[in-house]
């Protein structure tokens, strides 16, 4: 699309499945997951007679994610029906919020791959149910109503997006937002998080075009496909003179494009109106400060302070703060003593390797704060070196010892003192006369080599540094 | 012999089958009856009664102790079926208690069978019921809901019915018994079958006001499992030779029977020394189509549910989830429900809404005020309950819509209603209701009190109906 001519307006329509303990109106468990229709009850199957007793703990983590999004929340809430018919939907109407949503008129700031900052109006966001599932086999058609009443927040922004690589940098930092507070895991693939896209086009000057909504997008990668398709497929019918149908597409991700799914003449009239099962929900101050004070400071904020409180790299902040939990990890090493650009090399490099291999969490992974302090002392007093410190960590997570027994054990213990050293290194020299005599000669490239050799009949154990020195003195004294 | 003890004695309970069975090839008031059901034996709800230590409700439970009794099937009894009067819901069977329930079964009060009822409770007198026809005990050419007949020919000393626009108070007043309209949120509804949940309401049908007052007292209060019930105040008003009842003055479209009742029970008032004073209501003609409005919106999500999809009437060889939930809907809905459906799905769809349902909800919210600033000058209202005696069966014209106006301004306005027998007239019974404000039952039944004892001979029994001693006397 010629960015020159053309402008591009995407709104996003996001559904997030809060992680409650159990589900909005009612005491079932709210998990993904297990066998069909085990997490129901009379509720979760729409019986008659049953009403809907709504989850204080869904209540909380919207208005939570609502204040982290700089939402002002509405004094007065209520919930409303929003008719139709589906199969998978107990009652018939979803319960939801529609003219009093928890959160109005907020903001969300993200960093983009250039270094900007970009600010998305947040619309409103409202909390209402989800519904169940409908599998199909063959001729038949199944319903699974577990997921029936899992509390979702739906977030809607203003169309403030100019490129699809904005979006997906956008729902990249909303995914950290959401984790950081514990409201949702974020999880696209599985659903816990899903995104439609308003998008329109229109000539550079003319205000919003006719918005076409893209639904089925499993990844912020399929969201910016699937805008960079939608752009081309739209300038292509203006510039031919035809007019966009306002209608729904979905995403094929097999043929990269996006496909017609209904138009508008086909939507449905939900008729939505108060739902007075539920009382109105009042929202005090004295709720409003209990959210407050469970607020934590969220990812682009704290990346920009990693960076000038312990002079970090972007790239390494950028890492660091990408999970709370990682963050949170190296700011305690910090404060026990750790230094700022150690630790964050060996986060960001070798540990979280091990645990990427291992499937573990750092927080709850054997590599306490107080080992992996233990660890980096190791290296930095030159106890062991850096090679013998990559399998001590190897072990204290596999096996879950402490880096000092590891030592111990294994016999790790750097050797540096010339006297044990010297021996070695004169064997090797004499093993290799040839090496010693390129060297000797100026060429320097089997320095390395020799080197290697000592180390491997130190068993690992000597000071890399130490024994360059020594085969150097030695050589230049022959 | 007492009805608390009728279900302990085999040569006792034989004779009360006898005498139901007779009853019931007339009336058909029963879609469902079981004398050996007992009460489950009681657990730890017990001690929520014996920790309120009200005295009221101490009393209540000696007097309900072990009674048979008889519950609309819109009310969820477990083991029973739940049809609604519904070829949709036909052979459901219920897997849960209704709160009222559970709670009249810590006094160990048997529910005996389940109530003929109109379709999802729409009318007043069964009539649209797609199971079965009931007909009034007092005269059997004419109608009457399942739980009123059954109460009005003896067969049970209380029912259990619900109110959404009069359901309770109509066919009650038409039996000649008392029938309570609780004030909303007072009695939970959590498994009460919704026909429109701003208006729903659990109510109490019997021939003795202590009997309504005392199963009142017992299923009150508030309830987890239902979000719109709240703590029943202790404390309500009580009646005073300065109470005064504000009745409605001019032509309010009665029958004569029925406004020659209503001038003399007033007149019975004033006798006892009462103050009354005549009132007006200016927003009398809306009550109606407001209700009928706000009703039908509500009852066309609430009865959404039914599909066919996870229980209930199931339409056979459809290719497709649509079309099975078209043609299920299709072929076990009734006229009536269809009719109400289509209206509220007519008044919520866009465009409409607001011309239709948002305008009828000001209306609702200004006659809520107009009764509160009534309240303000008189301590009850009394009012008719419905303008005529009792329809004959299939009688379209006796079964117009207009007949809610005075029954569903409680329900508009959240206020507890009490209907109550006011006299014989051309053979039939004619009722009226007293209506307080918010809580204040207990001063319905202390103004019912007063009428009692004035007029409780010239409402006789419908003719042969037996007191329970009558009935376990009459084989010795």
Not at chain 1, 457 to 466: F, N, R, V, Y
Request: hydrophobic content about 35%.
């Amino acid at each position: 699309m010629d960015k020159t001519i053309f402008e591009t307006f995407i709104g996003l329509e996001i559904h997030i499945q809060l992680t409650t303990k159990t589900k909005i109106f009612c005491g079932c468990k709210n998990s993904f997951g297990d066998p069909p229709n085990t997490n129901i009850c009379l509720g979760c199957i729409g019986y008659p007679g049953v009403l809907p007793v709504l989850n204080k703990e869904a209540v909380k983590k919207a208005c939570l994610l609502c204040l982290a999004m700089n939402c002002k929340l509405n004094e007065k809430t209520f919930f409303e029906r929003k008719n139709y018919f589906y199969p998978d939907l107990p009652n018939n109407y979803q319960l939801t919020q529609f003219e009093l949503p928890f959160g109005v008129e907020g903001y969300v700031d993200t960093a983009l791959p250039d270094g900007s900052i970009k600010r998305v109006r947040i619309h409103e966001a409202h909390l209402e149910e989800d519904a169940g599932k409908l599998m199909h086999e063959q001729n038949i058609s199944m319903c699974d109503f577990n997921r029936a009443g899992t509390p979702l927040l739906e977030v809607v922004t203003k169309p403030d997006f100019k490129t699809g690589e904005e979006v997906e940098a956008f729902l990249l930092n909303f995914r950290r937002i959401i984790r950081y507070l514990g409201v949702s895991d974020g999880n696209m693939e599985e659903g816990s998080m899903r995104c439609d896209a308003n998008v329109s086009i229109n000539y550079i000057g003319k205000g919003l075009g006719r918005k076409v909504e893209i639904k089925n997008l499993n990844s912020s990668r399929h969201v910016r496909l699937a805008i960079h398709h939608e752009e081309q497929r739209q300038a292509k019918l203006i510039k031919a003179g035809e007019t966009i149908v306002q209608e729904t597409r979905l995403w094929n991700d097999d043929k990269k494009r996006t496909e017609s799914m209904r138009s508008k003449e086909d939507a449905n009239d939900y008729r939505y109106f108060p739902d007075t099962d539920i009382p109105p929900y009042i929202i005090t101050k004295e709720f409003v400060s209990e959210l407050n004070s469970m607020l934590v400071e969220l990812p682009l904020t704290r990346r920009n302070r990693f960076i000038s409180e312990y002079n970090l790299l972007l790239d390494s902040a950028e890492f660091l703060t990408e999970e709370k939990d990682k963050a949170d990890y190296f700011e305690k090493a910090c404060k026990e003593g750790a230094d700022p650009q150690n630790a964050a090399a060996w986060i960001k490099g070798d540990v979280t390797k091990v645990l990427n291999r291992e499937k573990m969490e750092i927080l709850s992974s054997p590599l306490s704060i107080e080992r992996f302090i233990t660890l980096l002392d190791f290296v930095g007093k030159g106890k062991i070196n850096g090679q013998t410190a990559k399998k001590v960590l190897d072990i204290i997570i596999t096996e879950n010892k402490n880096p000092e027994d590891i030592v111990r054990e294994n016999d790790w213990e750097q050797v540096d003192d010339s006297g044990s050293l010297m021996p070695v290194v004169e064997k090797v020299l004499a093993e290799n006369s040839t090496a010693v005599n390129q060297i000797k000669s100026g060429d320097m490239k089997p320095v390395g080599f020799l080197i290697g050799q000592v180390m491997k009949l130190s068993g690992g154990k000597a000071d890399p540094k130490k024994v360059k020195d020594l085969v150097m003195e030695r050589i230049s004294a022959l | 012999m007492e009805w608390n003890k009728i279900l302990s004695d085999k040569e006792n309970k034989k004779r009360y089958t006898e005498y139901v069975n007779e009853w019931e090839n007339k009336i058909h008031s029963f879609l469902e009856f079981d004398l050996d059901r007992q009460a489950p034996a009681q657990t730890a709800e017990q001690n929520v009664l014996e920790s309120e230590k009200e005295s009221a409700t101490v009393r209540a439970a000696q007097l309900i102790s072990g009674m048979p009794y008889a519950v609309k099937d819109n009310i969820a009894v477990k083991g029973y079926r739940l049809t609604c009067g519904s070829k949709m819901l036909k052979d459901f069977v219920s897997p849960y208690n209704a709160t009222v329930i559970e709670k009249l079964n810590t006094v160990e009060a048997v529910p005996v069978g389940k109530c003929n009822m109109d379709e999802f409770a729409m009318g007043y007198s069964a009539s649209s019921s797609a199971l079965a026809a009931t007909s009034n005990p007092r005269d059997l050419e004419r109608s009457s809901d399942g739980c009123a007949a059954g109460v009005a020919a003896g067969i049970v000393p209380f029912a259990l019915g619900s109110d959404t626009g009069g359901d309770v108070r109509q066919p009650a007043s038409l039996c000649g018994i008392y029938g309570l309209k609780p004030t909303y949120g007072s009695v939970s509804r959590y498994g009460l079958v919704a026909h429109a949940s701003s208006f729903d309401v659990i109510g109490v049908l019997s021939k003795e006001l202590t009997i309504v007052e005392s199963v009142f007292n017992l299923i009150k209060g508030k309830d987890e499992k239902d979000h719109t019930t709240a703590g029943y105040p202790l404390a309500g008003k009580s009646l005073s030779q300065k109470s005064v009842f504000g009745y409605l003055g001019g032509d309010i479209g009665l029958s004569e029977p029925v406004k020659q009742a209503y001038k003399n029970n007033i007149d019975i008032l004033k006798a006892k020394g009462y103050g009354v004073k005549e009132v007006t209501f200016p927003l009398l003609e809306y009550v109606t189509p407001v209700y009928y409005t706000i009703a039908a919106a509500e009852a066309s999500a609430s009865l959404a549910k039914y599909n066919g999809i996870r229980y209930g009437y199931r339409s056979k060889g459809t290719d497709s989830p649509l079309e099975l939930m078209k043609k299920t809907r299709r072929e076990a809905f009734g006229d009536e429900v269809k009719l109400r459906i289509l209206l509220g799905t007519y008044v919520l769809r866009s465009g409409m809404k607001e011309k239709y349902f948002i305008k009828a909800q000001k209306i609702r919210t200004k006659i809520i005020d107009e009764i509160n600033s009534l309240f303000k000058s008189v301590d009850l209202l009394v009012l008719p309950v419905f303008p005529t005696t009792a329809c004959k069966h299939n009688d379209a014209e006796c079964g117009n819509r207009v007949q809610e106006k005075f029954t569903a301004i409680a329900n508009l306005a959240g206020i507890p209603a009490l209907s109550f027998p006011a006299g014989i007239y051309d053979n039939l019974p004619v009722g009226l209701q007293f209506l307080a404000p918010q809580y204040e039952e207990k001063l319905l039944f202390q103004a019912a009190e007063i009428i009692a004892k004035e007029i409780a001979t010239a409402v006789p029994n419908a003719p042969g109906f037996k007191t329970i001693e009558e009935i376990c006397t009459a084989g010795r």
